[in-house]
């Protein structure tokens, strides 16, 4: 079960404003291409791929085959079908894979959602070759200055949410006890864009965004007031938000 209900709704809103641009994803296309070595042929499985925009950007960046696992039917719908992408059904825990079937896992911004990450990091060993990369892209509350990252520095509460996600010190004994260990962590910056855009975007944005939706009303205008001010200050320089790309191997 997610945080949240990743509905028709959910799923049409994180498709309009969550899928990062991909002229804003240089620093992570590269970070990636160095820990993947990505070869013809290559398999890489997209666990939790959403709407499937690093799915498509995995293929189109490095020619592998991936194959984009997601519970949810309404996420799973909007994933570009086309060669190079398989689509099935499944999730952390349940990868309608075999073993030794996969050459990298990619797992972004979804541990969160992981009932139980010691049966997922097992799951996700099963279907990995011996010595396959799991590639991460989150924010962990054991991180520094996770809190004021762009765009979530304007409504601070949000850390009441992000607080409960898993820290890095737990993600990587998950991952250990399955017999994946830490190899490297990299944080990266993806461009997003501007504060004027998160306004005109930030009422589609909180009913995609996990942290958001648990924002009290009160606390969101608050929020929209402090971008408002943003805005009128530096508003159209797009800015950027830095996450952790984790290895294990
Ligand atoms: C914030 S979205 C991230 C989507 C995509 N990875 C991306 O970065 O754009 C989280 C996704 O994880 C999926 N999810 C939730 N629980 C999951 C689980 N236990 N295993 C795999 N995926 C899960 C949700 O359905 C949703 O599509």
């Known amino acids: 079960m997610a945080r949240i209900s990743y509905d028709d709704q959910t799923a049409t809103a994180y498709k309009a404003v969550r899928e990062v641009p991909r002229d804003g994803l240089d620093a992570w296309r590269e970070a990636v291409r160095r820990h993947l070595e990505p070869a013809p042929g290559m398999t890489v499985v997209d666990i939790g791929a959403g709407t499937g925009a690093f799915s498509a950007h995995f293929g189109d960046w490095f020619g592998v085959d991936v194959v984009a696992v997601e519970p949810s039917a309404s996420m799973r719908s909007r994933i570009p079908r086309r060669p190079g992408i398989r689509v099935l059904e499944g999730d952390a ?15 972004s911004l979804m541990i969160h959602h992981i009932p139980d990450l010691e049966a997922a990091a097992r799951e996700v060993r099963r279907v990995l070759r011996p010595g396959a990369p799991v590639l991460i892209r989150q924010a962990y509350p054991d991180r520094p200055d996770r809190e004021r990252t762009f765009p979530w520095e304007f409504f601070p509460e949000t850390a009441r949410t992000t607080g409960t996600f898993p820290t890095l010190e737990a993600t990587c004994r998950a991952f250990a006890a399955a017999g994946l260990h830490r190899d490297a962590l990299e944080p990266l910056p993806e461009v997003l864009m501007s504060p ?15 942290s958001m939706r648990d924002l009290t009303d009160a606390e969101f205008e608050q929020g929209r007031v402090r971008l408002r001010r943003a805005v009128e200050e530096s508003g159209h320089t797009p800015r950027s938000n830095w996450l952790d790309l984790l290895i294990l191997r």
Do not use: K, Y
């Not at 825990?93 to 990619?106: Q, T």
């Not at 004027?196 to 009913?207: G, P, T, Y």
């Open 93 to 107: 825990a349940h990868i309608p894979l075999p073993d030794d079937s996969a050459d990298a896992a990619w797992m």
């Open 196 to 210: 004027a855009q998160f306004l005109d975007r930030v009422d589609v944005f909180r009913r995609s965004d996990t």
